[in-house]
């Protein structure tokens, strides 16, 4: 499967403990994105980088939350003292910079996240 | 920052007839338009896109135009079937390559 990878795919847990999700995106893809969506709501930007540096990160991103991605290549999303209203699907997204998709937002399936 | 509103949140049709969502965008420097379909429990796919250069961008039964005086694009589907059930969500992003702000999203149902 050549497609955006996450994991994991579910993840509950107790609040106040921390929690990881990588992504791992399509292989030629130098732009990486991390969105978050709630129920009936639509993807909110988090960050995203090219390569391995970070060029945005949203005001909504407390400082419980750090994303990496060390070599370019797969990217992990960290939360650090869960919240209940933490609880979403993490979806993560690489484009490409070039070609006939430039631009285009490929998705993996998501990491869902429920604090208890 | 960018700002996406999007028209209705949902939208019932009768199998075979024709649906349209509606957004608006604020930020003048925005040049690129998708528009994703999320079937229930799935990831975003893009549907179809239009860049600013374009005023409308036609495929099979999907169409998006774009107004960029108004600051707006609509999404057309036509001859809808109950495949077409889904959310669909429209964005925009400005120049380069930097963050694609989406909107709230349309829960579309086609009905038999």
């Known amino acids: 499967d050549t497609g955006v990878s996450q994991n994991p795919r579910h993840k509950i847990t107790k609040r106040g403990q921390n929690v990881t999700f990588r992504c791992d995106p399509i292989?030629?893809?130098?732009?990486l994105y991390w969105y978050r969506q709630t129920l009936g709501q639509g993807p909110e930007f988090l960050t995203y980088?090219?390569?391995?540096?970070?060029?945005?990160k949203s005001r909504l991103l407390s400082d419980r939350f750090s994303a990496e991605r060390p070599k370019g290549s797969f990217s992990t999303l960290e939360i650090q003292r869960t919240e209940q209203g933490d609880s979403a699907m993490y979806l993560c997204?690489?484009?490409?910079?070039?070609?006939?998709?430039?631009?285009?937002?490929?998705f993996g399936e998501g990491s869902r996240l429920t604090v208890l | 920052g960018e700002n996406v509103e999007q028209h209705p949140s949902t939208l019932s049709v009768q199998e075979g007839d024709s649906a349209v969502i509606k957004c608006t965008y604020s930020?003048?420097?925005?040049?690129?338009f998708p528009w994703y379909k999320q079937e229930l429990g799935k990831r975003p796919q893009l549907i179809i896109d239009?860049?600013?250069?374009?005023g409308e961008k036609k495929d099979q039964r999907i169409a998006v135009t774009l107004n960029k005086t108004a600051k707006h694009f609509s999404l057309h589907i036509t001859e809808t079937q109950p495949e077409d059930s889904a959310v669909y969500f429209c964005?925009?992003?400005?120049?380069?390559?930097?963050?694609?702000?989406f909107g709230t999203g349309t829960k579309l149902q086609v009905i038999p």
């Open positions: 239009i860049r600013s250069n374009v």
């Open positions: 964005a925009a992003r400005p120049g380069g390559y930097q963050k694609v702000t």
């Open positions: 930020d003048s420097a925005s040049n690129y």
């Open positions: 997204a690489s484009t490409p910079t070039g070609g006939r998709n430039q631009g285009e937002l490929f």
């Open positions: 292989s030629e893809h130098n732009r």
């Open positions: 980088f090219q390569n391995e540096a970070q060029l945005e």
